[in-house]
């Protein structure tokens, strides 16, 4: 027969011998509520150290109720969305897109949405992290199947044959169709993506799932955050390599008529792309040469709206070298309508260009000057190391990049370096009765 339950009185709480040998210890939390230990003790002597740190805990009010840390992850996450009105819209819908993608399925063996949050453990999220690098890697692979240079190559096959398409948006199931049985045209090879692929999108979750445990802790659901892994949160970048001016002057001569502008302005301002198709004719100052940035463009699921800009410091106005100004100014004659609200670049239809849409129109010209890796972003990019080319400070590329700190803008200062460097050609010359005959900051390299 299994020996009776034998009751320990203790100074706090209360001790029960079991059948088994060990010992369970229960005792009354804050709430009046009758409570037993989450585990049981192999001596008396631990379950009476463990009654006396709850009881220390509830003394400087960091007693928290254990059935707290029941609450599931996924149950935990949507009112932490919920509850998130501080954020950007487009942050939110990034957070909500990669929770219900990435971070509430099960990688690696493991399902973190279905655990309650204070199940949750370093070990469980190591597996959860390995195998969800795995698996963006592998969604990665399988995307670059399909790419917008392809689109680009069949768009510009049925333009030379003289199947009606648009310049922009989705090609037409007929179009596509011809294109394959024509042997796919101007398609150029896939090429397979590096190892670093998927790693923004797992780094970006993984930096979720961190700060949905931050918020935990701090709610006192459980003691400790268990995302422990280094440099989870960081994917190294590669390196952009800026457009030449050559290579902008190509881009923007094989755009559509109507986006050529908009290829100059991000090359030589240094615009966000959001913030460059949500300027109004109202933000150009014809006179001045000038563009005032005051919002950007923001996708939702909903569609396309306008907000402030990424930080105050992205308020902003922002002076066009004079030959970009003369080509921005022809563009506000022939394509924008005298409405100072009117977009400056838009669709056909009059609609604004999204993210992907701008791809789609800016893949034939991109290949045409020999850069297919280029993108709107690359552009942006390129404007800021061309400024930092001429010298230009920190503070002044700073100012013009729309940075709240200065950060950002060190990427560019390699750009100085080599301005300097050049610079300091040119005094040799002189120095050593050798006349320069180009200008050290206009060499072409």
């Not at 005298?338 to 789609?360: E, I, K, M, W, Y």
Request: include cysteine; charge should be positive; aromatic fraction near 6%.
């Amino acid at each position: 027969m299994p020996r009776p339950r034998k009751q320990h009185h203790a100074s706090f709480g209360s001790l029960t011998r079991l059948p088994s040998g060990r010992y369970r210890a229960r005792y009354t939390g804050p709430d009046g509520l009758r409570r037993s230990a989450p585990i049981t003790f192999a001596t008396k002597t631990a379950a009476e150290d463990w009654l006396a740190r709850t009881r220390a805990d509830m003394s400087r009010d960091q007693w928290t109720a254990p059935e707290r840390g029941l609450v599931t992850l996924a149950e935990y996450l949507a009112d932490w969305l919920d509850s998130r009105v501080d954020l950007r819209p487009t942050t939110l819908a990034l957070y909500r897109q990669l929770a219900r993608r990435w971070l509430l399925t099960a990688h690696g063996g493991v399902d973190l949405g279905r655990l309650a949050v204070g199940a949750i453990t370093p070990e469980l999220v190591r597996r959860w992290y390995a195998g969800l690098v795995t698996d963006t890697h592998t969604a990665a692979v399988q995307q670059a199947a399909t790419t917008s240079s392809e689109a680009a190559a069949a768009r510009d096959w049925a333009q030379t044959v003289g199947l009606p398409v648009a310049d922009t948006g989705r090609l037409p199931d007929a179009v596509r169709t011809a294109w394959d049985d024509a042997g796919r045209p101007g398609a150029d090879p896939v090429r397979p993506p590096g190892r670093q692929a998927g790693r923004t999108v797992a780094a970006q979750t993984y930096r979720l799932l961190r700060a949905v445990l931050n918020t935990a802790v701090r709610d006192g659901i459980v003691d400790t955050n268990p995302c422990h892994i280094a440099k989870g949160g960081h994917v190294r970048a590669d390196e952009r390599r800026p457009a030449t001016v050559q290579q902008v002057a190509a881009i923007a001569d094989a755009m559509p008529a109507r986006y050529r502008a908009a290829v100059l302005v991000a090359a030589w301002s240094g615009l966000r792309g959001g913030e460059l198709f949500a300027l109004r004719r109202r933000d150009v100052d014809t006179a001045n040469g000038t563009i005032r940035v005051d919002r950007t463009m923001i996708e939702l699921p909903t569609g396309v709206d306008f907000g402030p800009p990424k930080s105050d410091a992205g308020r902003r106005t922002v002076t066009l070298p004079p030959t970009v100004a003369v080509a921005l100014n022809e563009h506000l004659a022939r394509f924008v309508p005298s409405n100072p609200d009117a977009l400056l670049f838009t669709t056909s239809t009059g609609r604004p260009v999204t993210r992907a849409q701008r791809a789609a129109v800016l893949a034939r010209p991109k290949r045409a000057a020999g850069r297919p890796d280029l993108t709107w972003h690359d552009l942006r990019h390129t404007g800021m190391t061309l400024a930092a080319a001429t010298g230009a400070s920190l503070v002044q590329l700073q100012r013009r990049l729309g940075q709240a700190t200065a950060r950002a803008a060190l990427i560019y200062q390699h750009a100085t370096d080599d301005a300097d460097r050049l610079l300091a050609e040119a005094l040799d010359d002189a120095a050593s009765g050798r006349t320069a005959t180009v200008h050290p900051l206009r060499r072409s390299g």
